[in-house]
Nanobody, 121 residues
Framework: QVQLVESGGGLVQAGESLRLSCAAS????????MGWYRQAPGKQRELVAA???????ISADSVKGRFIISRDDAENTVSLQITTLKPEDTAVYYC???????????????WGQGTQVSVSS
């Protein structure tokens, strides 16, 4: 079973920065999309940023200019550089990978267990 393991969350003050990383437990045959989602208490999970196999990215309007997503297919990792954190960025952040495993014919979605980011004002 493939596992995605996130790291880098924590408690920070407004205006500070964090770097979230997500690593897969095995090497994929082919990685499609990679991304980060977040879920704040009482709210639905939302897309924060995503990066496709050709390197094109999308991000939520609320994080544009502050969050930068990157991927390293050789290492099976996706990272999120977060700057100028705001209290409203407080949430559990989940990484997502859509990929194909070796000897498997379909692309599947994989999720990490989540890492807490808390921002104090």
């Amino acid at each position: 079973q493939v596992q995605l393991v996130e790291s880098g969350g924590g408690l920070v003050q407004a205006g500070e920065s964090l770097r979230l990383s997500c690593a897969a437990s095995e090497t994929f045959y082919d990685i499609r999309d990679m991304g980060w989602y977040r879920q704040a208490p009482g709210k639905q999970r939302e897309l924060v940023a995503a990066i496709s196999s050709d390197g094109s990215t999308i991000s939520a309007d609320s994080v544009k200019g502050r969050f930068i997503i990157s991927r390293d297919d050789a290492e099976n990792t996706v990272s999120l550089q977060i700057t100028t954190l705001k209290p409203e960025d407080t949430a559990v952040y989940y990484c997502h990978v859509r990929a194909r495993r070796w000897r498997v014919s379909a692309d599947l979605d994989y999720w990490g267990q989540g890492t807490q980011v808390s921002v104090s004002s």
